[in-house]
């Protein structure tokens, strides 16, 4: 039965191997997107940089919020919406580590 064993312990090295394997895969594939993705935003920045704009789209001042978009700024709603918001990325991020522990 060394021989059984023996296989099973071949299957378990090729496993790890695998294992240890793929995450620098999809690391480096990571790597290679997100700068794909720099140097083509930069172009395209280059590009749109030439185009020249009119004086209404330069110039352009959002509207005044009136009344009730001051109420509601200074009632603190985007405040709170923020830490809100923020809570739920860190509760988020914190399901997320559990999955990457190995």
């Given amino acids: 039965m060394d021989w059984l064993q023996g296989i099973f312990d071949a299957l378990g090295n090729i496993w790890l191997e ?22 083509i935003s930069t172009a395209l920045l280059a590009v749109f940089a030439i185009i020249p704009l009119p004086d209404a789209v330069a110039n352009f001042q959002w509207p005044d919020a009136g009344p009730l978009g001051y109420a509601v700024i200074q009632s603190g709603i985007p405040q709170a919406l923020t830490i809100l918001s923020g809570a739920l990325f860190i509760r988020f991020i914190k399901g997320l580590i559990l999955h990457t522990k190995s």
């Fill in 18 to 39: 695998i294992k240890c394997f793929l995450p620098n895969l999809w690391l480096r594939f990571l790597d290679i997107i997100v700068t794909l993705q720099e140097e």
